[in-house]
């Protein structure tokens, strides 16, 4: 039984997170020469949001149509993420990588062109002022990312999951893990570390009553959000709850395949509701349709329903295929549901809530500047698990210009950080404590606890009392954490994603409270302050861990030149 | 129950249960199990990887009947 071996190992880059983000950081530094370690919660090559594939990638290609250029594309990020987006960091990590993140897709082995007609064929929705979403076949993108990652000669930790960040004097020294499959402990020192452990997840109350029925993925639940705050780390985004519409039954993504390709909402009085909500309608910007959604079921017009009815055969075809892009099993669950290609009014429902970021164009997370440090020397962030990257186009050319700068400190670091051992010895105790416990509380029920706490209380509108009776409750569930017990390592690993979503929630609360605004309804939507205030709000809301362990805030505004 | 392992079929190689990105699937003995059904995502990654085509996808009650 190796449950609590020891391993020791230093590096010089280290990538918390191998989804889409945190691969390109693993290759960008390889591509620099250094030695790089990936650690990776399942196995990089099917772990993270794009696991069974993806469907699309945002981008202005400048091809000559007056909506294709990069002033048309930061007007348009300006008015969908407005207070969420610092553009300066959006147009280094986003706009100025973007055609090298392409071609690397296409490089690696990924075609995103039409095979048909080899360009590429782009999709309009989600409130932009083109057709700016390259459609393609992804299903194979995370496993041809793994490859190259190896290909580079990058060291992988697959099974294990990060617990606890290292510290020395201030600056980035370490972290620890343990394998979830043989109890092994990792302890890491690195020059360098990029955090890439996406979104959090399984906050909130899903559809089915099954907290992995959800959109995102499941297995990202705030883990190095969690440890990166206990470590002094900024956070920003975090007050963002965020929603989408998904087929009744099964929380899968293909809001832009459906939109792209010309299918519409209606209620249950036949009616297309989008443009009540938004001038343009099914086309967009997610958080109009969602509140839209939300709004005509309230007032009893529901259930709502995808219309593609009037779609031509070849593009209902089409959308059934890049469904499948989306989500390998959708096709086969619609067709199981009784959905056939012709009539087709596909039931959907406002998906379960969701800690992360309130655009396609910005994230939530561990605070970065334009180098894509945090306010921890040595540790940078990339992908969902930042607040500035999300979504596959910005994960891949944000997640290499991550890796670029990660790269770059840990050339110019000569000596590794030491690492306190009585520190290590605690936090092996504290992780492995669980699995000692004969009897006690389940990670199901704790985490149901949470589930219920948030969904009433901030799930997804609130109030100042709302709001702190959820911390009120959050706070005193600090006591039942010693009684978690886990009879496996299975469960060890759950019993910690529990305990970091539970901590995560309290984060959420305390900058929900901070935020006396409303922004991008319905993912931060104060009853008690039901308009935007640009004036005292747009910006970020920054958390930050005090000296007494307690959670603070601070606004930080940005501007728009644009 | 998500993923269904045709034991006839399947030549216990392991890949599904390395790849597994919710650690669902594990080897138990010489054969593949699908330890935490409950907690599939349905993602298809272990369907697409199965070098035999030993993986069918399954959806429960709860999700085929709302």
Same mark, same amino acid.
């Given at each position: 039984?190796?449950?609590?071996?020891?391993?020791?190992?230093?590096?010089?880059?280290?990538?918390?997170?191998?989804?889409?983000?945190?691969?390109?950081? #693993?290759?960008?530094? =390889?591509?620099?020469?250094?030695?790089?370690?990936?650690?990776?919660?399942?196995?990089?090559?099917?772990?993270?949001?794009?696991?069974?594939?993806?469907?699309?990638?945002?981008?202005?290609?400048?091809?000559?149509?007056?909506?294709?250029?990069?002033?048309?594309?930061?007007?348009?990020? %300006?008015?969908?993420?407005?207070?969420?987006?610092?553009?300066?960091?959006?147009?280094?990590?986003?706009?100025?990588?973007?055609?090298? #993140?392409?071609?690397?897709?296409?490089?690696?082995?990924?075609?995103?062109?039409?095979?048909?007609?080899?360009?590429?064929?782009?999709?309009?929705?989600?409130?932009?002022?083109?057709?700016? %979403?390259?459609?393609?076949?992804?299903?194979?993108? +995370?496993?041809?990312?793994?490859?190259?990652?190896?290909?580079?000669?990058?060291?992988?930790?697959?099974?294990?999951?990060?617990?606890?960040?290292?510290?020395?004097?201030?600056?980035? =020294?370490?972290?620890?893990?343990?394998?979830?499959?043989?109890?092994?402990?990792?302890?890491?020192?690195?020059?360098?570390?990029?955090?890439?452990?996406?979104?959090?997840?399984?906050?909130?109350?899903?559809?089915?009553?099954?907290?992995?029925?959800?959109?995102?993925?499941?297995?990202?639940?705030?883990?190095?959000?969690?440890?990166?705050?206990?470590?002094?780390?900024?956070?920003?985004?975090?007050?963002?709850?965020?929603?989408?519409?998904?087929?009744?039954?099964?929380?899968?993504?293909?809001?832009? =395949?459906?939109?792209?390709?010309?299918?519409?909402?209606?209620?249950?009085?036949?009616?297309?509701?989008?443009?009540?909500?938004?001038?343009?309608?099914?086309?967009?910007?997610?958080?109009?349709?969602?509140?839209?959604?939300?709004?005509?079921?309230? =007032?009893?017009?529901?259930?709502?329903?995808?219309?593609?009815?009037?779609?031509?055969?070849?593009?209902?075809?089409?959308?059934?295929?890049?469904?499948?892009?989306?989500?390998?099993?959708?096709?086969?669950?619609?067709?199981? +549901?009784?959905?056939?290609?012709?009539?087709?009014?596909?039931?959907?429902?406002?998906?379960?809530?969701?800690?992360?970021?309130?655009?396609?164009?910005?994230?939530?997370?561990?605070?970065?500047?334009?180098?894509?440090?945090?306010?921890?020397?040595?540790?940078?962030?990339?992908?969902?698990?930042?607040?500035?990257?999300?979504?596959?186009?910005?994960?891949?050319?944000?997640?290499?210009?991550?890796?670029?700068?990660? %790269?770059?400190?840990?050339?110019?670091?000569?000596?590794?950080?030491?690492?306190?051992?009585?520190?290590? #010895?605690?936090?092996?105790?504290?992780?492995?404590?669980?699995?000692?416990?004969?009897?006690?509380?389940?990670?199901?029920?704790?985490?149901?606890?949470?589930?219920?706490?948030?969904?009433?209380?901030?799930?997804?509108?609130?109030?100042?009392?709302?709001?702190?009776?959820?911390?009120?409750?959050?706070?005193?569930?600090?006591?039942?954490?010693?009684?978690?017990?886990?009879?496996?390592?299975?469960?060890?690993?759950?019993?910690?994603?529990?305990?970091?979503?539970?901590?995560?929630?309290?984060?959420?609360?305390?900058?929900?409270? #901070?935020?006396?605004?409303?922004?991008?309804?319905?993912?931060?939507?104060?009853?008690?302050?039901?308009?935007?205030?640009?004036?005292?709000?747009?910006?970020?809301?920054?958390?930050?861990?005090?000296?007494?362990?307690?959670?603070?805030?601070?606004?930080?505004?940005?501007?728009?030149?644009? | 129950?998500?993923?269904?392992?045709? $034991?006839?079929?399947?030549?216990?190689?392991?890949?599904? /249960?390395?790849?597994?990105?919710? *650690?669902?699937?594990?080897?138990?003995?010489?054969?593949?199990?699908?330890?935490?059904?409950?907690?599939?995502?349905?993602? /298809?990654?272990?369907? $697409? *990887?199965?070098?035999? /085509?030993?993986?069918?996808?399954?959806?429960?009650?709860?999700?085929?009947?709302?």
């Amino acid at each position: 039984m190796k449950t609590g071996e020891v391993h020791q190992i230093d590096t010089d880059v280290a990538v918390i997170g191998g989804g889409t983000a945190g691969l390109n950081s #693993a290759m960008a530094a =390889a591509e620099r020469g250094l030695k790089v370690l990936v650690v990776e919660k399942a196995m990089i090559d099917r772990s993270g949001a794009i696991a069974g594939g993806i469907d699309h990638f945002h981008a202005y290609l400048e091809e000559g149509a007056p909506w294709d250029t990069r002033e048309s594309w930061l007007r348009y990020v %300006a008015s969908v993420s407005r207070g969420g987006t610092n553009m300066k960091v959006h147009e280094a990590v986003y706009c100025d990588e973007r055609m090298a #993140a392409i071609e690397r897709i296409e490089r690696i082995g990924i075609s995103m062109r039409d095979p048909g007609t080899g360009k590429f064929y782009r999709t309009q929705a989600l409130g932009q002022p083109g057709p700016m %979403a390259i459609n393609f076949n992804g299903k194979r993108l +995370k496993p041809t990312m793994a490859r190259e990652v190896r290909r580079l000669g990058c060291q992988v930790l697959d099974r294990v999951q990060v617990t606890h960040l290292c510290v020395h004097e201030g600056e980035f =020294a370490g972290f620890t893990g343990f394998n979830v499959r043989t109890g092994e402990l990792y302890q890491v020192r690195a020059k360098a570390a990029v955090i890439a452990t996406g979104n959090t997840n399984r906050m909130f109350k899903a559809q089915t009553g099954n907290p992995f029925n959800i959109w995102y993925c499941p297995a990202a639940t705030g883990d190095l959000h969690r440890a990166a705050f206990d470590a002094g780390v900024e956070l920003a985004n975090m007050e963002y709850v965020r929603l989408t519409i998904v087929p009744k039954g099964f929380s899968a993504p293909g809001f832009n =395949a459906f939109f792209g390709m010309g299918a519409y909402l209606v209620n249950s009085l036949g009616e297309r509701f989008a443009e009540r909500y938004h001038p343009m309608g099914d086309r967009g910007p997610r958080s109009a349709i969602i509140w839209g959604a939300l709004q005509e079921v309230r =007032a009893g017009r529901g259930p709502l329903y995808m219309d593609c009815r009037h779609l031509t055969r070849s593009d209902r075809e089409r959308l059934f295929t890049t469904l499948g892009y989306d989500k390998d099993t959708l096709p086969d669950f619609l067709i199981k +549901k009784g959905y056939n290609l012709e009539g087709t009014m596909i039931e959907m429902t406002v998906s379960e809530p969701m800690q992360a970021r309130p655009s396609e164009q910005c994230g939530s997370g561990a605070k970065i500047e334009e180098r894509c440090a945090s306010n921890l020397p040595g540790l940078f962030a990339a992908g969902d698990a930042s607040d500035q990257m999300g979504c596959l186009h910005i994960c891949v050319a944000g997640g290499y210009a991550a890796g670029k700068a990660a %790269a770059g400190y840990a050339e110019k670091t000569k000596r590794l950080h030491p690492v306190d051992a009585k520190e290590r #010895a605690a936090e092996k105790e504290r992780v492995l404590k669980p699995l000692n416990r004969k009897h006690g509380l389940s990670y199901r029920e704790f985490e149901d606890t949470v589930r219920i706490i948030t969904t009433d209380h901030f799930g997804p509108m609130k109030t100042e009392t709302s709001l702190k009776g959820a911390l009120e409750k959050l706070n005193r569930l600090d006591g039942a954490i010693s009684d978690l017990k886990a009879d496996n390592l299975h469960e060890l690993m759950r019993v910690h994603e529990a305990v970091n979503i539970q901590h995560v929630a309290k984060i959420t609360a305390t900058a929900a409270l #901070a935020r006396k605004e409303t922004r991008f309804p319905p993912y931060h939507y104060r009853t008690d302050y039901p308009e935007r205030d640009d004036k005292n709000f747009c910006g970020l809301i920054v958390v930050k861990k005090s000296s007494d362990g307690a959670i603070s805030t601070r606004f930080e505004p940005l501007t728009y030149d644009i | 129950m998500p993923p269904v392992i045709d $034991q006839e079929k399947c030549t216990a190689c392991g890949v599904c /249960g390395e790849i597994c990105p919710l *650690d669902v699937i594990h080897m138990e003995g010489k054969e593949m199990e699908v330890r935490y059904p409950d907690e599939c995502w349905h993602c /298809g990654a272990c369907r $697409q *990887d199965c070098p035999v /085509g030993a993986i069918t996808i399954e959806f429960p009650w709860i999700m085929l009947g709302v």
